[in-house]
């Protein structure tokens, strides 16, 4: 199973969820869609130095770990997503930032595999605040 971390950028204002996304640039059935930041898991690598080597390389930040925090685990049949959020907007570039909410959520253009944890992440999102 290929081991994945990512990072969910986010911040919360007048009750409003914004979650940071980029456009992925594929040569596969992704292309074009949003997504997080992330990658996969390199040897003796763990699953938070993956989120940030990843930040890093697609996005140029660093991000710090007090800023960051597992929320959980997510498995697919190929992948084992490690879920963290990252709540320091003003690393983010001022593009990319999207609303969230419930009802958005199955006409976003996101992965399909996104579409099943995302829910899980709103509601995290909305209790740590």
């Given at each position: 199973?290929?081991?994945?971390?990512?990072?969910?950028?986010?911040?919360?204002?007048n009750q409003k969820i914004y979650l940071w996304m980029?456009?992925?640039?594929?040569s596969d059935s992704l292309d074009?869609?949003?997504?997080f930041p992330?990658?996969?898991k390199e040897e003796n690598e763990s699953s938070l130095a993956t989120a940030i080597r990843e930040v890093k390389e697609e996005v140029g930040i660093d991000i710090e770990t007090k800023n960051t925090r597992f929320v959980g685990e997510h498995n697919a049949k190929i992948v084992s997503l490690s879920l963290y959020l990252n709540d320091n907007m003003d690393l983010w570039p001022k593009e990319g930032w999207v609303e969230i909410n419930d009802k958005c959520l199955e006409s976003l253009e996101i992965?399909?595999?996104n579409k099943l944890f995302l829910p899980r992440i709103l509601e995290s999102i909305k209790s740590a605040i």
């Amino acid at each position: 199973m290929i081991q994945v971390s990512i990072v969910i950028p986010y911040y919360k204002e007048n009750q409003k969820i914004y979650l940071w996304m980029q456009r992925r640039s594929s040569s596969d059935s992704l292309d074009g869609l949003l997504e997080f930041p992330g990658g996969k898991k390199e040897e003796n690598e763990s699953s938070l130095a993956t989120a940030i080597r990843e930040v890093k390389e697609e996005v140029g930040i660093d991000i710090e770990t007090k800023n960051t925090r597992f929320v959980g685990e997510h498995n697919a049949k190929i992948v084992s997503l490690s879920l963290y959020l990252n709540d320091n907007m003003d690393l983010w570039p001022k593009e990319g930032w999207v609303e969230i909410n419930d009802k958005c959520l199955e006409s976003l253009e996101i992965p399909p595999e996104n579409k099943l944890f995302l829910p899980r992440i709103l509601e995290s999102i909305k209790s740590a605040i």
